[in-house]
């Protein structure tokens, strides 16, 4: 059997599933208690579904006298088939009571092990014991640079296994500390331009897409999936270039995380970003799809592709899932966004129905504490603080369906936001003009370029009827020049001369000195 260790603040338990024990703990003392537990154990090792025999009434000797029989007289010759046949207590099971009876478990009698810390659990006081064990994959999810620093410089008596959320399959530190100094490394050269949580997102995503889809031609899943792998090979698919992405983002402070659009055997990955940007007065999640906006041989011009690039997470899903052939189906959609969706939407159906007062309440506190998990992400404390004080006052007083309703509405406000053309040029132009010093030939600093991606970005067929009605008396709004030229980018640019061109040599200046110094 195999030992997995879940280090959390507040439960300690054990669980047996099919060939592993777990344990929820809060300190290293409470590893030998679980194990220890012998009531405990049996007890759960008899109610498995394999194990239809239970003997709750006899003392721990009777029970091993009388699996001893079972074994050995009853049922010796017994085949899997027939106890299914039978509903008799698997052989196995009998077997695995009979030697725990005899030699109760112990850590270093299980084959391998698995360690996952909780958010905000140090993984220093459990460092020792990490280094007793042989066989270990560690989960590093949410541990910090600085404890993830402390385990490359550890010496283990075998490299342990990693595991983490941009890969299915665990790696060795190795190979993973490999795969972060690729992050890292990118991490590093983003901030040296100075550029805000947005633009740096753009930055991010235009580099994501470089990477042209391929599928990888055998039958491992991870090859062309984990973060581990495709930094380092061709293929890549859409949970590929979605674990980049957010590997990157998260890397530079900003919170980003997988969406799953899901249908049987079929699916498709997008990411989503929690976004604080002072610089352009904007905080909501968005949703990214580098996948659909990523090379493509066919199209000279890939990298001016923004379909996918930054857009409201509310209202794109139901167009994902019908562009996908899924319907409108939400339940084929996983995100903790729509989950919030979903509660609410669930608690609009018990309304209607006579239900205890008791049972409606831990609904509404379901749908506060995913609010309250997504207000956490955008650090909005006040919101907080008040959702916080709704929850505390339902000990003695339960919401109205309009106070719900407030308050879900008021949580959409955040969710729905949308980047305005206005914006998304200034965007564009800015991230733009470093790209142009790092490559000028892949990212061209002009204002037909600008123009075309701006066009397709946002085209008249997309635009409300008042923004139409705009056009058609005063003519094209949100002009890119006319935006482009009140940045602080081009102040001492000449009056006179073309803003965008002189722009564009200065960026090369740039890049021809960064090569001759470097």
């Keep these: 059997m195999n030992l997995f260790i879940v280090v959390n603040s507040e439960r300690k338990d054990l669980s047996i599933l099919e060939n592993e024990i777990f344990l929820e703990i809060t300190s290293l003392e409470d590893i030998d208690e679980l194990l220890k537990d012998e009531e405990k154990i049996i007890g759960i090792l008899e109610s498995r579904e394999d194990a239809l025999v239970h003997y709750s009434d006899m003392s721990l000797e009777e029970q091993k006298d009388h699996l001893d029989y079972l074994y050995n007289e009853e049922f010796p010759d017994i085949t899997h088939e027939k106890l299914l046949e039978n509903d008799l207590m698997e052989k196995r099971v009998i077997k695995e009571i ?15 092990h698995s360690i996952f810390f909780k958010p905000e659990i140090s993984m220093l006081p459990y460092l020792n014991f990490m280094l007793s064990l042989d066989k270990l994959t560690i989960d590093v999810s949410y541990l910090s640079n600085e404890e993830i620093d402390i385990l490359k410089t550890t010496s283990f008596n075998n490299e342990p296994m990693i595991q983490c959320q941009y890969n299915l399959k665990p790696v060795t530190l190795s190979k993973y500390i490999d795969t972060m100094d690729v992050i890292n490394k990118k991490v590093e050269d983003i901030k040296k331009y100075n550029l805000s949580p947005l633009e740096q997102i753009m930055f991010v995503y235009d580099f994501v897409k470089e990477s042209e889809y391929k599928e990888f031609s055998g039958e491992q899943d ?8 495709v930094l380092f090979e061709e293929e890549i698919v859409c949970v590929g270039y979605v674990n980049v992405f957010i590997a990157v983002l998260n890397s530079l402070g900003i919170p980003a995380s997988k969406k799953s659009y899901n249908n049987e055997d079929t699916g498709h990955t997008v990411a989503t970003a929690y976004i604080n ?5 904007f905080v909501g999640i968005m949703e990214f799809d580098p996948t659909w906006d990523s090379r493509d041989p066919e199209n000279k011009n890939w990298q001016d592709e923004y379909e996918w690039f930054c857009i409201n997470e509310n209202s794109i899903t139901n167009t994902k899932l ?5 319907e409108k189906n939400l339940d084929k959609c996983d995100s903790d966004a729509l989950k919030v969706v979903k509660s609410y939407r669930r608690f609009n159906q018990f309304k209607k129905f006579f239900v205890p007062e008791g049972f409606m309440k831990d609904r509404i506190r379901m749908f506060l504490d995913l609010i309250i998990k997504r207000y956490e992400l955008l650090k909005l404390d ?5 959702i916080e004080e709704t929850k505390n006052n339902l000990e003695t007083y339960i919401l109205s369906a309009e106070e719900v309703e407030q308050i879900y509405k008021e949580y959409i406000k955040y969710f729905s936001k949308k980047i305005s053309k206005f914006d998304f040029i200034e965007i564009l132009y800015r991230t733009r003009r470093v790209q142009h010093s790092i490559d000028p030939l892949k990212y061209p600093l002009d204002l037909k370029n600008i123009e075309a991606i701006v066009e397709k970005k946002y085209p008249i067929s997309k635009l409300s009827q008042e923004e139409r009605l705009l056009i058609a008396i005063f003519g094209e709004y949100n002009d890119p020049i006319d935006i482009i030229s009140k940045l602080d980018v081009v102040d001492n640019i000449p009056k006179g001369e073309d803003i965008i061109e002189c722009d564009a040599k200065r960026m090369q200046l740039i890049n021809v000195l960064k090569k001759g110094l470097y």
């Design 277 to 281: 940007d002072p610089v352009y007065n």
């Design 222 to 229: 991870e090859r062309s999936r984990d973060l581990s792998n």
């Design 98 to 112: 009979l030697n725990y009876l005899e030699k109760p478990f112990k850590v270093g009698d299980f084959k391998e």
């Design 382 to 386: 006040d919101k907080i603080e008040k």
């Design 322 to 326: 019908k562009l996908l052939g899924y």
